[in-house]
């Protein structure tokens, strides 16, 4: 396993904590990066620049890119090109390696460097990056992926919604407990074991969201 800081693009070796290894990186910034559990599959989430357009304002852009050999070498993926006005915000590797989760907005219009336009989606690659679907065009707050990649879990404001086959159908997973937004969400190689981050608290579930309890 590698632990990744994206602000230096380094990456240390668990084996050897106090040895850091530089990496090339083919964006000028990084805004998010995620990891397979052998550290091998990434996703990265850069930009060239600041602008939509040449010279003009608006939010950063953010490509995704996907390394097979740890950082060794990035490939921009055929959703960048499919959705040249996306902006990446999160995304996520399966454990396996085997999938990749990007949510964002198709950018339609700017305004301001926080204020824009467009269409909140999810998009979904079962190929190291090589195809892309997307999943999902309702608002988000957070995703999560399964260690095999079959459960998804999108935290969309007040609500869990919960797919087993890839995105196609989705269910909403009652929380009993209440709350505005799930600011994040991490879960066990099966999702069984769920957590959920909302706002003051996180509450847990060990037996797919049957029940709940708060835990701190």
Known sequence: ALLWIAVVT???????PDSWSA???PVGNWLGLALSADGKVAAGIGHPGWSLTPGGGGPPIGNLLVSTNSGGTWRTTPLT???PQALFTRVKVSGNGSNIIAAGYEVLSVWGWSDFGGIPSIWRSPDLGATWNRIWTDEWSSICISRDGKTLLVGSEARLLRSIDGGVRWEEVVVPIQFASVEDIAASANATTIVLDIESDLIITHDSGKTWRKIN
């Open 10 to 16: 380094a990456v240390a070796d668990p084996d050897t």
């Open 81 to 83: 090109q499919s959705f």
């Open 23 to 25: 990496r090339p990186s």
